[in-house]
């Protein structure tokens, strides 16, 4: 029989230890104590709560830092386009904004290939991943995270993100999940990253 790797199958193999230890008098001296064995649970089961609580929160906090950066980029956008109409194109005075006259509109390059994505962080059904914005290429609109079942090979699409980090949630257990991260702008995707594997 195999040690159980998933968190659930663990902490029911611990129970079912500290059980059998305790009513059944063959074991009568085990290396660690059944009061010390069962500490350890309590110990394990409370940092998982805790793992699951952190989780949460840093997801509701970088949804809070998204949506702060949305109202500030839209707040600036719209002081930046009555500046650059009261400036008729003259770049002395947007200058002192740190801006300049509108350049004449053209499509933008294809972002370039996101780099060095790995998961940081994973448990039963989600994972956390991260990765480095591309060395070159076009300005990245947002970044779309994609997944395929390796014995299939079919890329999906399972969400897209403003920022350089994704949590993951719900995904399926048991199966090898292969994940890669593509960056796009308007004139389209741009190459995607290397790939990472997972079993949740």
Not at 65 to 93: C, F, P, W
Not at 164 to 172: I, R, S, Y
């Amino acid at each position: 029989m195999n040690f159980p790797h998933r968190e659930a199958e663990i902490r029911a193999l611990a129970q079912n230890i500290i059980a059998g230890l305790t009513e059944n008098a063959d074991f009568p001296n085990p290396p660690i104590a059944v009061s010390e064995l069962r500490n350890l649970l309590d110990a394990f089961i409370n940092q998982s709560d805790v793992q699951v609580a952190a989780q949460a929160a840093a997801q509701q906090a970088t949804e809070g830092k998204r949506d702060a950066q949305d109202r500030l980029v839209s707040a600036m956008k719209t002081n930046l386009h009555y500046a650059e109409d009261a400036a008729q194109g003259n770049d002395a005075k947007l200058a002192v904004l740190g801006w300049g006259a509108r350049a004449n509109p053209g499509p933008p390059a294809v972002p370039g290939q996101p780099r060095l994505l790995e998961t940081v962080q994973q448990s039963a059904g989600w994972l956390h991943l991260d990765w480095k914005r591309p060395a070159g290429g076009g300005i990245v609109s947002y970044y779309t995270v994609k997944r395929r079942e390796r014995a299939e090979g079919d890329w999906t699409a399972v969400g897209t993100f403003i920022e350089t980090e994704a949590t993951l949630n719900n995904q399926k257990r048991g199966k090898e999940l292969e994940f890669c991260v593509v960056a796009v702008n308007r004139t389209g995707e741009g190459v995607p990253s290397n790939s990472v594997s997972v079993v949740l």
